[in-house]
Every structure is written in structure tokens, then in C-alpha cells.
């Protein structure tokens, strides 16, 4: 609860595979409770969240997780943070920022629009 509050006022854009909605983690009453909590996240301002649908097919971030860190400077340069099995990476360099940039547009256009993630956050949750 701690870590959300200071999350308030900062934009966050995630998409996030239809896979990892569906994946049952949990008890169903817990599984209820996350879509919930991302339906309400939904609601607040300069939260936008996407889900990528299985007929999107395969795509660029199948390989794991990764987050565009966007810095208004002149406290840091953009970074992207990649999660990895045994260690994580930090990239700071221009063509690794714009290969993850490109990849994370590739992902949005294919993604359902918040209103339809929106739709199926609250079937799952039913």
C-alpha cells in the first residue's frame, strides 16, 4: 500500500498478455480481487492498462517482461529495465531505448482498447 501512494501522480501504460490474466494464481477469490483491483487502477488518471488478446499472435515481448522508465530531465535519461531468469537488466543506450519503444508500440496497436480490457477484466472477475 505503501508503494502505491507514492505511485500517485506518475503515468504509468501497461499491457499485459491475455496469458497472464487468464493464468490462475491463487484462489478464485483472489484471482476476483486482482482483476478488481486492476479495474479500479483503471479509474484513476494516467493509468492506462491494455490487454494484449491471444489472436494478436506471437509478438516481440514473448521473450519477458520489460518497462520503459521515463525520466523528466534533468534527473536521469530513459531506461528500460528487462526482467531475466537469473539476473535483470538496466539499458540506457539510444538503439536499446528505441528497439523497446518500437516494440512497445508494436504491442499497443495490438492491444484491446481499455474500454475492451475494461470488459474483460470484469468477465474474468465474474
Not at 534533468?74 to 526482467?83: C, G, N
Request: glycine letters at 6%; zero cysteines.
Amino acid at each position: 500500500m505503501r508503494r502505491q501512494a507514492v505511485l500517485d501522480g506518475l503515468k504509468l501504460w501497461a499491457i499485459i498478455d491475455e496469458a497472464a490474466l487468464r493464468r490462475q494464481v491463487g484462489t478464485p477469490a483472489e484471482m476476483r480481487a486482482q482483476m478488481e483491483h486492476l479495474r479500479q487502477m483503471m479509474r484513476r488518471p494516467g493509468i492506462v492498462v491494455q490487454a494484449l488478446p491471444f489472436e494478436a499472435g506471437a509478438h516481440p515481448a514473448m521473450l519477458g517482461a520489460f518497462a520503459i522508465l521515463k525520466f523528466i530531465e534533468p534527473v536521469a535519461p530513459d531506461i528500460v529495465y528487462v526482467e531475466g531468469l537469473s539476473n535483470d537488466l538496466f539499458l540506457d543506450d539510444d538503439a536499446s531505448i528505441k528497439r523497446y519503444a518500437d516494440t512497445f508500440e508494436h504491442l499497443r496497436a495490438g492491444a484491446a482498447s481499455p474500454a475492451s480490457t475494461n470488459s474483460l477484466l470484469r468477465e474474468l472477475a465474474e
